[in-house]
């Protein structure tokens, strides 16, 4: 297994690098296409107009209709579809090849376009839906790639590549995936993690070397703040400073953020009308972000001509712009001078800015087209930290007096410790420093930016869940968060106040009629097994699929035959001349009434137990550790319950609104169960009943835990 995994590893990373190269060189070159476009035509205000507003809209609309024909899952960010399949619920459709080209072309096409969309969320669905192909193309060689366990270690890996490739950000990349998209974490995984990201970023730098992008392997966005005395301790207040407002505004972004959405869901006519016309959207979006930022226009007084990286790039440079006056531009100030405009301050530009680009931001991340929203809110508090910055360098414009020397403040450093602080308050994570780290090239403000930060995760996490989180909610994807620290109250709930009393279980003499019954009215993949009706005590669980091989073989022309000595043509002839269907029919109807020899089924005598009193927080982790554990069985109670996993965003109303639907369901007496059935396999026959196929875009993972309160049930 251990040569397997360097292969697979290898084939991931190398696959990934080239993927990432091979979109940024084709955003890259729409985006040189967009700019000389523009430049052509100065001169012609109206033309330059349309041009600017034009293509734009054309790459847009077409990653929206492209992904609407071709693979609808493609649209979004993609993180929390991931995080949702990685607590092991079945997604269909997220994990194929048809989302992947959707993904990429339509990613490719959005980041061309030059709308503020970011390219790392999609990228980590890209990744993983790379990864789970690759799976499915080694386990040619080696059954191990189609265990549900190894499936998830590999699509954890993939979200580690996805980020770690993205920006050339290793050791980020495998931290920010691991806080995105795990509660609990196998550390087995983080070696293969690190190793799949940083030869997945070593490939993505050597390639853009190769095509002389760049002189040597450096970071993305290389910075050159002096190392010696980077920053005062006086200047820490005004770090925390912009941590804390990190926090408020990350949050109100996440806010920002949903209502659009949910404006957009509302079934009001607008909205009727936006759906039956899918593109017309996308296409006023792109029409009014595009015709604000036209640098001839209103444009000028916010860097409209700036592209994201260009923004990103002249917002980390070391100059100090309210020290720069006139039209005379020191040497080396290059695409900052977008940032200078004769008759406004620079405060107010950088204003503008930060407040334009703030809900552009926030509502073209809800376009259909495949979108992230990390290296928007990376601009955007890139910005915020630029412009806090700014004011520091003209309140000490001498810089701050430190044991007799003069430092000069560096509003360069400001801005990444905004882009940091912002990105970790929208995602509620504390990596991104170590990201912008790896993204400037230099760890001189790595304290600073740790503070502001861990302030920032600290006010929005009190505010609002996380970016990712809140698209869980409002698409309402099985997902069941972790219940926080500070709710006292969540921790007096136990499993018999939130159990599902309604059980569908078989009993040693239930009939195949009884069996048909269960297999048409329930779609669990696993079903109870009780001694008697009467008893109640619990034997164990039984899987769908061995109920349903023995259903099909009962029924099965060859039984029958067996069963009535037909073996011979003539006496199959002359079966079907006397009304052979009324035989069948009175045949199946008398084996319907016969009991289920248990005896001959493979039976699980162990599943996972809790007593009674167990309290919702240890019920939740053992449903987040045990994620292929379909069934979990609570004993001494009083009531039985199938409760499906994570069927709405928040456990409690999921699981109290359970606990009301059953009311007047009978009670249980739980006593031990007796393991004393054999566990024998059983052949033949594949899975018909709906509700029970295993997705293998997700390696067969159980599409929900169900709590079962045994031993006894009445």
Known sequence: MMGEDWIFLVLLGLTMALVSWSMDYASAKS??????????????????????????????????????????????SGIPELKTILRGVVLKEYLTLKAFVAKVIGLTAGLGSGMPVGKEGPFVHIASICAAVLSRFMSIFSGVYENPYGYTDILTVGCAVGVGCCFGTPLG?????????????????YWRGYFAATFSAFIFRVLSVWNKDAVTITALFKTNFRMDFPFD???????????????????????????????????????????????????????????????PGFGQFMAGELMPRECINSLFDNFTWTKISGTSFPPGLGRSAAWLHPSVSVFVILLLFFIMKFWMSAVSTTMPIPSGAFMPVFILGAAFGRLVGEIMATLFPNGILFDGIVYRILPGGYAVIGAAAMTGAVTHTVSTA??????????????????????????????????????????KLPYLPELALGHISKYNIFVEDIMVRRVKFLSSQSTFRELNHLLDNTSLKTIPLVDSKESMILLGSIERTELQAVFDWWLSPERRAFERGQSSPGQVFFSFSCDWLMQIKAWEEAELDKPVDMEQIRIDPSPFQLVERTSLNPTLSLQYISMSASRLTVTEGHRGLNSERGETPSPIRQLQGRQQESQEAPASIIRPFLPHSRQRPVGGGEQTRGGASEDRATGGLPRESVIFRSSRLV
């Not at 492209?66 to 899952?73: E, K, N």
């Not at 990349?173 to 995984?189: C, D, H, K, M």
């Open 173 to 189: 990349g495998v931290l920010f995936s691991i806080e995105v998209t795990s509660t609990y974490f196998a550390v087995r995984n």
């Open 233 to 295: 301790l006086q200047e820490l207040p005004a770090f925390a400073v912009i941590g804390i407002s990190c926090g408020f505004l990350g949050a109100f972004f996440v806010y920002l953020n949903r209502q659009v959405v949910l404006f957009m869901r509302r079934p009001t006519a607008l909205t009727r009308f936006l759906t039956r016309h899918r593109l017309i959207y996308p296409g006023a979006v792109t029409l009014i972000i595009a015709t604000l930022t036209f640098p």
């Open 31 to 76: 985006l040189q296409a967009y700019k000389w476009m523009h430049g052509e035509l100065k001169g012609n205000v109206a033309l330059q107009y349309l041009a600017w507003v034009t293509y734009p809209m054309i790459l847009i609309m077409f990653a929206s209709l492209f992904c609407h024909l071709v693979s609808p899952q493609a649209i979004g």
């Open 434 to 475: 170590v990201i912008c780290f790896e993204l400037t090239g230099q760890i001189s403000h790595i304290l600073p930016m740790m503070v502001a930060v861990i302030l920032a995760n600290m006010v929005a996490q009190g505010l609002q869940p996380s970016l990712y989180d809140s698209i869980i909610q409002v698409k």
